[in-house]
Each structure stands twice: as C-alpha cells, then as structure tokens.
Antibody, heavy 117, light 107 residues
Framework: QVQLVQSGAEVKKPGASVKVSCQAF????????IHWVRQAPGQRLEWMGW????????KYSQKFQGRVNITRDTSASTAYMELSSLRSEDTAVYYC??????????WGQGTLVTVSS | DIQMTQSPSSLSASVGDRVTITCRAS??????LAWFQQTPGKAPKSLIY???SLQSGVPSKFSGSGSGTDFTLTISSLQPEDFATYYC?????????FGQGTKLEIK
C-alpha cells in the first residue's frame, strides 16, 4: 500500500542544520508532490513547503524561505527536507505527506527534531 | 496569509452522539478545504478533501460541507475511536494553513 517512511529522531544544537528523509512506497514517486508540515509541541500544524517529485520544482512558505531546502532523489523514491540555522523554536515533529488531487494523503510517521544546547 | 479558525476548540460528547465542527477562513478559499484527524503521538490522517469528498476507506459517518469562507465537519454516531483532534486546512493559496484544532473528548 501507499506509505511514506521517515528517518529517525534528531537532536541538534542551535545554529546547526538537520536533514530529514521521506521514502515513498507503493506508488510512482514522480507522479506526486511531497509536502512538509511541522508541529511544535501543543501547536497547530504548520506547512513548510513542497516539491514536485517529477520536476524537482519547489515552493516554500515565506516564513522558512532561505532556511529550508527540499530536494528529492528519484532513484531512491525519497524526498528530503533540510532546515538550517536551527533555533529552539524549531523543536517539532516534522511530517512529510504526499500531495495530489486528493490533498495531503498519506502522511509519514513523523520525525522529532529537538534543538537544544 | 489566510487565517483558519475552528470552533469550538474543544468539545465533549458521548458515544452515539452527532457532532459538528466549524472552520472559518479569513478570506474565500472556494472549496479547497480539507479535514484531518489526529490522535496523540500519531500523524494526521486525511478524512476529507475538496470540502466534501471522502478519502478512500473513510467511513461515511464523516461528512463535510461549505464553500467560500465557512465550512463544517459532521461526525455521526460517535465511536470511541473518533475521539481525537480534528484540523481543517486550506489549500487555495500559499502558504497552506491549518486551523488550531478541535479536541473531541468523551463526556
């Protein structure tokens, strides 16, 4: 079945970068987009950006512009989200989700990124 | 950015009840509205897209309606597994934005 599997939890120091992966199974990777959404503790979901897995074109939320970079490796059916200049407020669970005509479905299991000195 | 506001923020109901959650957009979003269900420690699960279309495998007890700025999610015949937090999301324009969530609790 269609499934997105994300990489494991990360602990980073302020100022560092983190790169989270999202591997797709059960569908043609290049036929759909991959979106990234994060959720800080007790907060609402926050959309970060997306990549067209076929073309590699990206769109980012202005909030993260300049700090986020979404890429993909079609040979591995994997998308990546790299966030730089980390600060404590970036502590959150980061999710990838497949995008398409039916919206964001399914979602990956989430990756906890903790930013702490 | 389009602001999404859900009401209520929390709701107590009993097994078997029918409940309605409202989502209001700060400007018109046509029908580009989705609903998600999230239980503690789990990823969101898509229930509805395009305001009223059910995702595959989602039971028909879930229904959505609305257009423009005002939307609703209705859940009929509540079962224990339905007690969760529900989020609306607009995807009419960037950045996509979510409501603050409605926590549905057992009375």
């Amino acid at each position: 079945q269609v499934q997105l599997v994300q990489s494991g939890a990360e602990v980073k120091k302020p100022g560092a970068s983190v790169k989270v992966s999202c591997q797709a199974f059960g569908y043609t990777f290049t036929s759909h987009a991959i979106h990234w959404v994060r959720q800080a503790p007790g907060q609402r979901l926050e959309w970060m950006g997306w990549i067209n897995a076929g073309t590699g074109n990206t769109k980012y939320s202005q909030k993260f512009q300049g700090r986020v970079n979404i890429t993909r490796d079609t040979s591995a059916s994997t998308a990546y989200m790299e966030l730089s200049s980390l600060r404590s407020e970036d502590t959150a669970v980061y999710y990838c989700a497949r995008g398409g005509p039916r919206g964001l479905d399914p979602w990956g299991q989430g990756t906890l990124v903790t930013v702490s000195s | 950015d389009i602001q999404m506001t859900q009401s209520p923020s929390s709701l107590s109901a009993s097994v078997g009840d029918r409940v309605t959650i409202t989502c209001r957009a700060s400007q018109g979003i046509s029908n580009y509205l989705a609903w998600f269900q999230q239980t503690p420690g789990k990823a969101p699960k898509s229930l509805i897209y395009a305001t009223s279309s059910l995702q595959s495998g989602v039971p028909s007890k879930f229904s959505g309606s609305g257009s423009g700025t005002d939307f609703t999610l209705t859940i009929s015949s509540l079962q224990p597994e339905d007690f969760a937090t529900y989020y609306c999301q607009q995807y009419n324009s960037y950045p996509y934005t979510f409501g603050q969530g409605t926590k549905l609790e057992i009375k």
